[in-house]
């Protein structure tokens, strides 16, 4: 056989694509969006200037960013068939990420021919998204679905036609903040798999379709629900040393701690604490629930650095994720597609990338099966059997 290059198992350390968009520095604990750190844009930003910014390579001017706010705002309402989808979908009582993944398929429905082009079909996709998720989980709860109000922005909206009423300026920045966190992160498995659908000439609409089956599993879309119900559960600070003791002397994992890539803290951890930090302090109702939290994290991480001493596993973006999620209102059921919501923005802007290169995406496979064998058929099979 002719030689090929090492393998690499599960293309570890294998650079496939060039890209503007975000850049993970694990051993700093860095995440550049677009030449911007996450922790200085990421509390400021409009979710609509993250998504110009990916897709444009610089921050837009206040009328390339109206401009965007209104494509997005016009492109909401969801296809008779989508919502078709959603109502069989709920009565099966299916997994939000399930409905949405579903869902995704369709987005390309009633759609002007101008509108059937790559940039502005990821327009029409990060419209629908949100309305897609907010449609379904009113369905699921017995509740007529909320149209889409064209005067709210991208968060605005989507917390809108959850609850079916305005959310507050403060819900509405919390949840922005979480969107421009989580909008691309280097080349994931959900983007790769998203550049290689279209690196064959295929859609955007299937790329994000196939984006979210990545994103489904659970090695990739992580488990905010489950760090949310460990806090929970502990319930008392007092609680926090013993029930962490138990667990990791059992053995088991403490979610929302450790991250394959981020060797010290999640820089997305810290804009995500500090986010939900201004959000519980605001309310006096729900300063002990952030307490709680604080504590939890901080035993946590002491209590990790002793019983796994040299891993360094520090608070990644799951825990913070779930505390300001809960703390929006959102089920801990809707935190994953949450997620995709932000995450779109980025999968799009790296489909328009791979695009732009007219490249096929095609790896080497390393064959592992016999070789020189003889074909006996089916008669000869049978006798020797």
């Not at 909401?76 to 009582?93: Q, S």
């Amino acid at each position: 056989m002719s030689a090929v290059a090492p393998y690499q198992p599960g293309l570890e350390g294998i650079v496939a694509a060039q890209t503007r968009l975000s850049h993970v520095d694990g051993q700093e604990g860095a995440l550049i969006l677009a030449g911007y750190r996450v922790e200085e844009i990421a509390p400021v930003a409009e979710f609509e200037e993250i998504v110009y910014l990916l897709w444009h390579g610089s921050l837009p001017t206040p009328t390339e960013l109206e401009t965007l706010r209104q494509e997005l705002a016009a492109w909401r309402t969801l296809p008779g068939a989508t919502v078709d989808l959603l109502a069989a979908a709920a009565r099966e009582r299916l997994p939000a990420i399930d409905a949405l993944r579903m869902a995704a398929g369709t987005l390309d429905l009633e759609l002007p021919a101008a509108m059937h082009v790559d940039a502005k079909l990821g327009i029409a996709v990060l419209a629908r998204m949100p309305s897609i998720m907010a449609t379904y989980w009113r369905l699921r709860q017995g509740a007529e679905p909320v149209p889409p109000d064209p005067a709210l922005g991208h968060a605005a909206n989507y917390l809108y036609m959850l609850c079916a009423e305005p959310p507050s300026p403060a819900a509405v920045r919390g949840l922005e903040t979480y969107l421009n966190t989580v909008a691309d992160h280097g080349l994931n498995a959900s983007t790769f798999t998203a550049r290689v659908i279209v690196a064959t000439r295929s859609d955007i609409v299937s790329a994000i379709t196939g984006a979210l089956g990545a994103l489904k599993g659970p090695l990739h879309g992580g488990a905010p629900g489950p760090a949310l119900d460990m806090v929970f559960e502990i319930g008392d600070p007092a609680r926090a040393e013993a029930y962490l003791r138990a667990k990791l002397e059992a053995g088991e994992r403490l979610m929302g701690f450790g991250h394959r890539i981020y060797k010290v803290r999640d820089p997305r951890a810290e804009v995500l604490a500090a986010a939900a930090r201004t959000f519980y302090t605001a309310s006096a109702d729900k300063r002990e629930l952030y307490a709680l939290a604080a504590a939890v994290e901080a035993t946590a991480v002491r209590l990790l650095a002793a019983y796994k001493p040299g891993r360094n596993l520090q608070t990644n973006v799951e825990f913070y994720t779930a505390l300001l999620l809960h703390g929006l209102g959102l089920p801990t059921e809707l935190f994953t597609p949450t997620f995709a919501i932000g995450r779109a923005a980025g999968w799009v802007g790296h489909a328009l990338e791979q695009i732009a290169t007219g490249r096929l995406i095609r790896p080497a496979a390393h064959y592992t099966g016999a070789v020189d064998r003889c074909w006996v058929d089916i008669a000869a099979r049978t006798a020797a059997a």
